[in-house]
């Protein structure tokens, strides 16, 4: 229990902190034991850091494949709108979203290649759940787009809107999400007019 009541508060300490602000002090203090104890849980605060952003990865990924999951029935585009508005809101409201993006935009220098790999695998599971859930909705796109090419389309869109959250402000985001959307969704659908 302990085990897990550590990576929970270390989560929030992290996603808020970052690596170098976050405290082992501090955490032990919330989960009610002494800083050393920790040490009989997780070898260092290195340690701790690397098993919380595999966890937070993982749970990414699995906030994912549920969404995808319980959108089975709806139209393409009313998914993929959804999940770029939900996932960007998630951002401010999730501190395991927070923690995993700030850790993925700002590795810590000794930790860079297990943070790179840790991103990778997300971006692998999202372009495989994505190309996957498109190709159901294949009818919705347009003869020329294929579902890999539309996924990938909407991937680099959301990568270029997360950029935009960390470092840019809500109205520029807000223009943003808006106007790459509709450019998008023209090019890869085959409704007209739209």
Same mark, same amino acid.
């Given at each position: 229990m302990t085990y897990d009541q550590l990576k929970q508060i270390a989560l929030v300490q992290f996603a808020q *902190? =970052?690596? #170098?602000?976050a405290s082992l002090a501090i955490i032990a203090n919330e989960v009610g034991i002494k800083k050393q104890s920790i040490y009989t849980h997780f070898k260092s605060k290195d340690d701790l850091y690397i098993q919380t952003f595999k966890d937070a990865t993982d749970? #990414? /990924? %699995?906030f994912v494949k549920q969404f995808i999951q319980n959108q089975q029935s709806h139209a393409l585009k009313d998914v993929l709108f959804r999940? *770029? /508005?939900e996932y960007l809101d998630r951002f401010e409201q @999730? @501190? @395991?979203? +927070?923690?995993f993006m700030r850790t993925s935009f700002y590795p810590p220098v000794q930790h860079e290649e297990v /943070? +790179?790999? =840790? !991103? @990778? +695998?997300f971006v692998d599971h999202l372009e495989r759940l994505f190309t996957s859930f498109i190709e159901q909705h294949s009818d919705e796109l347009r003869p020329d787009v294929t579902p890999e090419t539309a996924a990938l389309a909407f991937l680099t869109m *959301? %990568?270029?809107l997360l950029v935009e959250l960390i470092y840019g402000i809500p109205e520029r985001l807000q223009k943003r999400s808006k106007q790459s959307w509709s450019v998008f969704?023209? =090019? /890869? !659908? !085959? #409704? !007209? =007019?739209e």
């Open positions: *902190l =970052g690596y #170098e602000g749970c #990414e /990924i %699995d999940f *770029l /508005i @999730n @501190n @395991n979203m +927070k923690f /943070i +790179k790999a =840790g !991103s @990778n +695998k *959301l %990568d270029g969704w023209r =090019g /890869i !659908s !085959s #409704e !007209s =007019g």
